[in-house]
């Protein structure tokens, strides 16, 4: 069986309800978890529950949100202001690489942090890894590909990706009616 926090079975949770199964709430069965996200849906704990949860990464449903949706919700930590130029330590023991490398850009996303220095590296090497990948589709006359690139910039495409586009969009449209025609005619 489950315990549930003291602030929980001190005060009118709605888990803590005589009868309710605590199990509910770490089951794997997807109707149980819909189970107890409805019942905690209107919990006057329910805020307090989920920041208890997240602070202390729980699993399963707490303040009826699971692990994953509550981790999307996790408050950021701001890393010291110094830019880091080489290899550190921090205050758990871990080595962390230097600031501005990609290594440093996933090390702080997987510890939630924010570190200015590693995200407009990050950016940068983004956008020049697409404009790269844009000349390429631009050399072969504009394509699909070149299209979504251009989207992914943010900017305008040009004709040659446009064009490829719609001649792509045309063939799948042709061919996903030819395929229904077959179907009906078996």
Do not use: V
Request: proline share 7%; net charge positive.
């Amino acid at each position: 069986m489950i315990k549930l926090p003291d602030f929980i079975t001190t005060a009118p949770a709605n888990c803590a309800r005589p009868g309710t199964d605590p199990d509910l709430w770490h089951s794997d069965n997807p109707e149980d978890r819909a189970l107890a996200m409805a019942i905690c849906h209107g919990c006057p704990l329910q805020p307090a529950c989920g920041t208890y949860a997240t602070t202390n990464d729980l699993p399963g449903i707490w303040g009826g949100r699971t692990r994953a949706q509550r981790r999307g919700t996790r408050p950021t930590t701001e890393i010291p202001t110094q830019a880091r130029d080489e290899e550190w330590t921090d205050e758990n023991g871990d080595t962390r690489r230097p600031c501005g490398t990609p290594g440093a850009y996933y090390q702080h996303r997987r510890r939630n942090e924010t570190c200015e220095r590693c995200q407009t590296a990050y950016t940068t090497r983004l956008e020049t890894e697409r404009r790269a990948a844009l000349a390429e589709e631009h050399a072969q006359g504009g394509t699909e590909r070149g299209y979504y690139i251009h989207r992914r910039l943010g900017e305008p495409t040009c004709e040659d990706c446009r064009a490829a586009m719609r001649l792509s969009a045309a063939a799948r449209k042709t061919a996903r009616a030819t395929q229904q025609s077959t179907a009906l005619a078996a």
